[in-house]
């Protein structure tokens, strides 16, 4: 079946410095990905729509000079954290579907932690 | 906007007992509707999704839920829970014609051999 490749799946880092985290489709090809973050004991929250070789939808309230998305391939998103400081210490999610209204495929996620 | 409610944020049941996870949503136009389970230190897998047709889904591991349109519900039930069903469940929706999902809270599942 269709996989959602992410990696790195943990990562620290120390404050101030920016962090990339890439999801890749690995056998099929999505114009469109989604990243999402998961906060202690509460759902995922929509970051993101990433659109392939256009720019990316933020959600209201998300920071789109923090967290930078770059689509650049029908396989490939990525999320860049800058600047980052330990409020940004969340579990990233990405996810991504065949074709439109197919059920999304999830990665493993990442575990970001700022110290 | 749309909106996923679940009620049930943490849910105990021994083995063999029945399990109803609710889940309502809100949102004027069609939708299409998802039950994923997390179980600890995996991903999100799909359990059963509904886009039309017959409101009463069938998904793996026994579960079925059943849309209610004139409820907004979607609720997740299985007849006989197993210890291997511990996880946290998620019911998702996104509106017809785009892939934008949108999550309920999620419920937590403890099964009690």
């Known amino acids: ?115 | 906007a749309q909106s996923v409610s679940q009620h049930n944020h943490h849910v105990i049941l021994s083995e063999a007992a029945s399990l109803e996870l609710g889940c309502n949503y809100s949102y004027g136009g069609t939708v299409n509707l998802f039950w994923y389970v997390q179980y600890p230190g995996q991903h999100l897998q799909l359990l059963l999704k509904y886009f039309s047709g017959d409101p009463l889904v069938k998904g793996i591991k026994g579960f079925e839920a059943e849309f209610i349109k004139s409820k907004f519900s979607f609720n997740l039930r299985k007849p006989s829970v197993q210890w291997s069903d511990t996880a946290e469940y998620f019911c998702a929706v996104n509106a017809r014609n785009t892939d934008k999902l949108i999550f309920g809270t999620g419920t937590r599942l403890q099964v009690f051999p």
Request: hydrophobic share 30%; glycine share 6%; proline share 3%.
């Open chain 1, 1 to 115: 079946g269709a996989v959602v490749s992410q990696h790195p799946s943990r990562v620290i880092c120390k404050s101030g410095t920016s962090v990339k985290i890439e999801c890749r489709s690995l056998d099929f090809q999505a114009t469109t990905m989604f990243w999402y973050r998961q906060f202690p004991k509460k759902s995922l929250m929509l970051m993101a729509t990433s659109n392939e070789g256009s720019k990316a939808t933020y959600e209201q309230g998300v920071e789109k000079d923090k967290f930078l998305i770059n689509h650049a391939s029908l396989t490939l998103s990525t999320l860049t954290v800058t600047s980052a400081h330990p409020e940004d210490s969340s579990f990233y999610i990405c996810s991504a579907s065949q074709q439109t209204e197919s059920p999304l495929h999830f990665g493993n996620g990442t575990r970001l932690t700022v110290t």
